[in-house]
């Protein structure tokens, strides 16, 4: 228990910003970093030549009037970071390649958008399933009305998430995005301590920070793992199709409706474990997600930093502040 707390102390904690301070986010595409500050996001690249590309993008939005409020905007949030992402990867991707055609159309954005849709269904809700009817026919969990088989989906759906981003950290270009990843952590953890900002002063950071979008996919898994454990074996007293077949199906279908919610209660949940202070209960909350951010990042060089600052200072436009040193880069025109 000891060695727990100490660990505890040492994870990185959220600074306290300014009120003149701008909240920044972003994340690692290929070859770069992207990062946003209010409805603008900036993709920096590194360049086979060693030089640096930056743009400038209006950030799509679906968090208006009164989906902006509390409890509403969760899903739309992720909707429209999942559309941002995929066009600042092919931002990134068009870069990288100097030139080549590799520019995707509307159409195959919202083709890449359906599949990553389908593979997170696949993966995150259909497989737990199925492995979980596996576990009741062999005699090692209850059927689907009761507790033990929802604690058996949020076990696999948790080894799955986990195994997925073991996997993928092996490839060796994933390994090159989780070190944009960590410089991305290190530059905006810069920013937020105030000070000048240069590749030396991120380098001292942590690449672990509490607003990572990892942090909100491990509070989205918790709590869809307690909704489902409460909410389907309620749906099923009320009403129990008579075909074992329907009742699995039917079941599949409320699980992808209550994703809905469960964003919703994740969005706000991430956003209060930022706003935390420092004591016990907030460094627990946050400890999960700072964890699994050890296997999504990568300690980056210099080169993965400067790249970081460049997308930065062009996020922030013209509140970038004279603290705030990039190397030499371009502008796309």
């Not at 092919?90 to 520019?103: F, T």
């Not at 869809?224 to 409460?230: D, G, N, Q, R, Y």
């Not at 809905?260 to 935390?276: F, H, N």
Request: with cysteine; net charge positive.
């Amino acid at each position: 228990m000891p060695r727990c707390l100490a660990w505890l102390r040492r994870l990185p904690q959220p600074s306290l910003l300014k009120d003149a301070c701008p909240l920044v986010g972003g994340q690692a595409v290929m070859e770069g970093v992207m990062m946003r500050h209010q409805d603008i996001y900036a993709v920096a690249v590194r360049l086979p030549d060693g030089g640096i590309l930056a743009e400038r993008f209006p950030w799509f939005s679906l968090t208006r009037g009164f989906l902006r409020r509390p409890f509403l905007r969760g899903f739309p949030v992720l909707l429209e970071t999942m559309i941002n992402g995929i066009r600042a990867l092919n931002a990134s991707a068009r870069h990288a390649a100097q030139g080549e055609d590799v520019e995707l159309d509307t159409w195959h954005l919202a083709l890449t958008l359906a599949v990553s849709l389908g593979m997170a269904v696949l993966l995150f809700v259909i497989m737990p399933h199925l492995l979980s009817l596996g576990m009741q026919w062999l005699g090692l969990g209850g059927a689907v009305e009761g507790l033990t088989f929802h604690l058996w989906d949020g076990f696999f759906k948790c080894g799955i998430f986990i195994a997925y981003i073991a996997l993928i950290s092996l490839v060796p270009d994933i390994r090159r995005v989780f070190q944009f990843h960590g410089a991305e952590h290190k530059v905006i953890h810069a920013f937020e301590q105030g000070g000048t900002v240069t590749a030396d002063s991120a380098a001292q950071c942590s690449r672990l920070h509490p607003r990572c979008g990892t942090t909100f996919l491990l509070f989205v898994i918790s709590i869809s793992i307690v909704l489902h454990a409460l909410l389907v074996p309620l749906m099923l007293l009320c009403w129990t199709p008579e075909s074992s077949l329907a009742k699995h199906l039917i079941t599949l279908v409320f699980k992808l409706l209550l994703v809905v919610p469960i964003s919703a209660l994740a969005y706000e949940l991430i956003r209060s474990a930022g706003r935390m202070g420092k004591g016990p209960a907030a460094r627990a909350l946050r400890a999960p997600g700072l964890f699994l951010q050890k296997l999504t990042t990568r300690e980056p060089s210099r080169e993965h930093l400067e790249v970081a600052l460049v997308a930065l200072a062009e996020a922030l436009g013209q509140q970038r502040p004279e603290s705030l040193h990039t190397p030499t880069y371009s502008t796309a025109a």
